[in-house]
């Protein structure tokens, strides 16, 4: 079987394959991608491949956060110029940073043999699985939100003077752990600053939102994990739970982080849209509360 365009694999994955159609990783088949560096060709990781050639290593590996992204629900509709929606979110920005395991092993998967009709159905839903978590990766991490951070940079590093600079909320989510194809979890840092205003951290009330995961499952079902530390309790205690509503639902359809983070954002963070606190609640499908 060709696979047209060629799949960007992490190493375990590509493992469960070989095993299946009996190959165990066989090199000819699992071709490792070279990528052409200053000081000379190597072997990438499966990082560097999910963003290559698009972003540099360099700048994924910075041990910072280096890609940024407009609230995407900034724009009205047509039909309402001065909607409030607008108002009430002009400022807000993401800003994405990666910190994880760089050394995850990863490769271009271009063909895979088989030798029964049985094994189709096994091989298509790991690729479908791992393509879903390229796709999720892929959504904060590209060329766009690269470009869009060196922009507020340069923009930042021409004015900064917070008195004069309009006040910003930005939401830092910074990947830390991953299991590919599995799981992305994301540290969560909220801050606003400008308009001489110091820098501040907003939590919902009594929370603070600590991580967010990202988990895929067998059958490249997405869903969205939030950990909440409770502060406001005589006992504080981590709260677990999978999230439900327009969340999960964009998480599902749009495999865009940019997205799904936007409406979490909008629902834990009430006072920049006008919701009360009691609209979480509408977001929780699972609670799996740890003392």
Request: hydrophobic share 40%; charged share 20%.
């Amino acid at each position: 079987m060709e696979l047209a365009p060629p799949v960007t694999a992490c190493g375990a994955l590509a493992k469960e394959i070989g095993t299946l159609v009996g190959l165990c990783g066989d090199a000819a088949t699992f071709v490792l991608e070279p990528v052409d560096y200053a000081d000379g060709m190597r072997y990438a990781t499966f990082a560097e491949l999910l963003v290559a050639p698009d972003v540099s290593a360099e700048v994924l590996f910075a041990g910072e956060p280096r890609f940024a992204a407009s609230s995407p629900l900034l724009s009205p509709p047509p039909s309402s110029p001065s909607s409030p929606h607008r108002q009430q979110h002009a400022g807000s920005r993401q800003i994405f940073g990666f910190s994880a395991d760089t050394s995850v092993p990863g490769l271009v998967i271009s063909k895979i043999p088989f030798t029964h009709p049985r094994q189709l159905y096994s091989m298509l839903m790991h690729l479908r699985r791992q393509l879903t978590f390229n796709q999720l990766f892929r959504s904060c991490f590209n060329a766009r939100t690269a470009a869009e951070a060196m922009e507020e940079e340069e923009n930042e590093a021409d004015d900064d003077d917070d008195d004069v600079r309009p006040a910003t909320t930005t939401t830092r989510f910074v990947l830390d752990a991953w299991t590919p194809p599995e799981r992305l979890e994301f540290a969560v840092v909220r801050s606003t600053a400008g308009a001489g205003a110091a820098t501040t951290t907003t939590t919902t009330e009594a929370t603070s939102v600590r991580r967010v995961a990202v988990v895929v499952d067998a059958q490249a079902n997405v869903a969205v994990e939030m950990v909440v530390d409770s502060e406001g309790e005589e006992t504080p205690r981590t709260t677990t739970t999978t999230l439900g509503g327009r969340v999960a639902r964009l998480a599902r359809v749009s495999l865009d982080l940019v997205l799904v983070f936007d409406e979490l954002a909008r629902v834990l963070w009430p006072g920049e849209n006008g919701d009360t606190p009691s609209s979480v609640n509408g977001i929780v499908a699972m609670d799996t509360s740890a003392p």
